[in-house]
């Protein structure tokens, strides 16, 4: 389950600058990925997703690199703008339909 | 397509009430759906999963008395808070899962619902 009452992680970036968050995994068993985003008072939305036959698959300014060696996942924002200030987290599912969620970093845009 | 409806969006009820809170896929089947609990600045707290026709799982520390959960269709499952108190005051998250393989799926493996924040008095 879930880690009751995890303070998130922050991340402060200038408006304009890349923006990397970072999460790492645990299950081996984890072949599927997805990176959300919540802003504050809302549900989660789904950003983009990878596959573990990938290490890197782009979007519309965000790019989501993955490492499997490490159990590492990370999300990389270009040109940050403050409409993206909210938290991110990622998800890993196993080949079992099982779902994990990381803690989250909350990311605020500096003007 | 893969819309998940939470509803209320917000309620403040009297302590010692119960709060019923729905969670409604509009487009597609949920074979499973999960609750959350957040508080602010906090991480999403999974409390329970449930499957359609099959009582809930409810995560360690979490009371199944004190949160009931029903998910009597493949389109709908509902959290009631019973005999609510501050302390449950809280943000309440809601997502569904279609069935099949996820693999075509992409954004519609998982769905969240907009939340509902309770305010307890």
């Known amino acids: 389950g879930e880690s009751v009452g995890l303070h998130l992680p922050t991340l402060s970036v200038q408006e304009g600058d890349n923006s990397i968050i970072n999460c790492a995994y645990s299950n081996s068993a984890s072949d599927y990925f997805i990176w959300y985003k919540q802003e504050s008072g809302k549900g989660p939305q789904f950003i983009i997703d990878i596959r573990s036959n990938m290490d890197k698959r782009q979007g519309q300014r965000v790019t989501v690199l993955l490492n499997k060696t490490v159990k590492h996942l990370s999300l990389q924002i270009a040109a940050t703008q403050p409409g993206d200030s909210a938290v991110y987290f990622c998800?890993?599912?196993?080949?079992?339909?099982?779902?994990?969620f990381g803690t989250g970093t909350s990311l605020t845009v500096i003007p | 397509g893969a819309v998940v409806s939470q509803h209320p969006s917000w309620v403040i009820c009297k302590s010692g009430t119960s709060v019923k809170i729905e969670c409604r896929s509009l487009d597609f089947q949920a074979t499973t759906m999960f609750w959350y609990r957040q508080f602010p600045k906090q991480s999403l707290m999974l409390m329970a999963t449930s499957n359609e026709g099959s009582k809930a799982t409810y995560e360690q520390g979490v009371e199944k008395d004190k949160f009931l959960i029903n998910h009597a269709s493949l389109t709908l499952s509902t959290l009631t808070v019973t005999s609510a108190h501050p302390e449950d005051s809280s943000f309440y998250i809601c997502?569904?899962?279609?069935?099949?393989?996820?693999?075509?799926?992409?954004?519609?493996?998982?769905?969240f619902g907009a939340g509902s924040r309770l305010t307890v008095l």
């Open positions: 997502s569904a899962r279609r069935g099949g393989t996820y693999y075509f799926s992409g954004a519609n493996v998982l769905t």
């Open positions: 998800a890993e599912i196993s080949t079992g339909n099982q779902f994990y």
